[in-house]
């Protein structure tokens, strides 16, 4: 059995005693009596006891241990989106804070790394445990919504969707939600490489599934072709072919690499400005580029993620999507009935900062 899946049921268990009222006197035994009784680790314990803590079930204190919460738990909303990945992982934290600000409590289902086929039974309980209790509303991360059990029964509960066109093959009827305007961070990033006098730009948008690719009704709604439209009106504008300057493959990272290898090898083919879908995958050619002896002066990224702040040595310029405004806004929508809500469209910033030129050629 899986961390996550032992977590889970800990947490359906202490409920189920919460409610029954099996502590009168409102203090759960100590951690290491319940854990040793629940047969647990007290590491998955204290995850769970956290959980109901952010609900509100639970009351902890240093030197105190764990008490029932005496008053009426605050109303919750239920998540099912991505916790971790640097910008995802900013909008959760700013995502819980707006939610205490506005007088709810939080229960979330991290679906970060649902494709990996061992993290999906936990996956699969914690959307269970969202479904089976009572909650004033719900949240959904679009990116993996199409794979996730129980679509219909989360459907039902009329959820607000996060960044629902990144990844949804088929988006449901009368969706609404928090949406990106990636045409926009397309259109923002060409600009400025040719601001800067760039003429021989590239974007690279890394590899996406052929199931994605290639897909006449998922395709069109995902945000690299979202940005290669906004890319390409900007470019057609200044007299440029765009796919010249568009790297876009179903290729995997290994034969990319090779690809790489050749283009910043070429002094042909050399772009003079980088333009990636992700801070990271800037980073990733940097480092391809400064194997074969040339690293473009002008770059950006999205996301404006720690990637771009420094980690690897490298800084460089990001199109901020605003994880505060993002957050902001699914709890005002979460908040209002579904016949009120009306999509919200996310618009990018740029976030200008200097090359550390340490790191150049």
């Not at 639970?58 to 241990?65: A, P």
């Not at 649902?114 to 004033?136: E, F, Q, S």
């Not at 999205?302 to 605003?322: C, D, E, Q």
């Not at 994880?323 to 009120?340: F, G, N, S, W």
Request: hydrophobic share 35%.
């Amino acid at each position: 059995m899986e961390k996550g899946e032992k977590r889970e049921k800990v947490i359906e268990y202490l409920r189920r005693e919460i409610d029954s009222g099996r502590w009168p006197e409102k203090r759960l035994p100590r951690e290491i009596d319940l854990a040793a009784e629940l047969g647990v680790a007290r590491g998955t314990l204290r995850k769970a006891l956290s959980r109901l803590e952010a609900e509100g079930l639970l009351i902890r204190k240093k030197h105190s241990g764990t008490m029932v919460s005496s008053e009426d738990p605050k109303p919750v909303i239920g998540a099912v989106m991505r916790c971790r990945s640097d910008f995802y992982e900013d909008v959760y934290r700013h995502l819980l804070r707006e939610l205490g600000k506005a007088g709810y409590n939080g229960t979330f289902v991290d679906t970060f790394g649902y494709d990996v086929p061992k993290m999906r039974t936990h996956i699969r309980r914690g959307i269970d445990g969202i479904l089976n209790r009572r909650i004033a509303g719900l949240i959904s991360d679009g990116f993996f919504f199409y794979k996730l059990p129980r679509r219909e029964e989360i459907l039902r509960r009329n959820p607000v969707f996060f960044d629902f066109y990144d990844g949804f093959s088929v988006c449901p009827p009368n969706t609404t939600g928090v949406l990106i305007d990636y045409y926009q961070v397309g259109r923002m990033g060409a600009e400025y490489l040719l601001k800067k006098g760039c003429r021989h730009p590239w974007f690279f948008c890394g590899p996406l599934r052929p199931g994605i690719r290639y897909s006449p009704s998922a395709f069109p709604l995902h945000k690299n072709k979202r940005m290669i439209d906004g890319i390409s009106d900007v470019l057609t504008a200044a007299g440029m072919d765009p796919w010249v300057h568009i790297c876009m493959t179903d290729m995997q990272w290994k034969y990319i690499d090779l690809m790489l290898f050749e283009v910043f090898s070429d002094p042909g083919s050399r772009p003079d400005g980088l333009f990636c879908c992700e801070d990271v995958k800037v980073v990733k050619l940097l480092k391809i580029a400064k194997e074969c002896g040339y690293v473009p002066h002008h770059r950006i990224g999205v996301y404006n993620t720690p990637w771009s702040r420094g980690r690897s040595g490298h800084y460089f310029p990001s199109i901020g999507l605003a994880p505060k405004k993002c957050a902001e806004a699914l709890v005002r929508l979460v908040r209002l009935p579904p016949e009120q809500r009306e999509n919200v469209y996310i618009q990018p910033e740029l976030i200008e900062r200097k090359t550390d030129m340490k790191y150049e050629i």
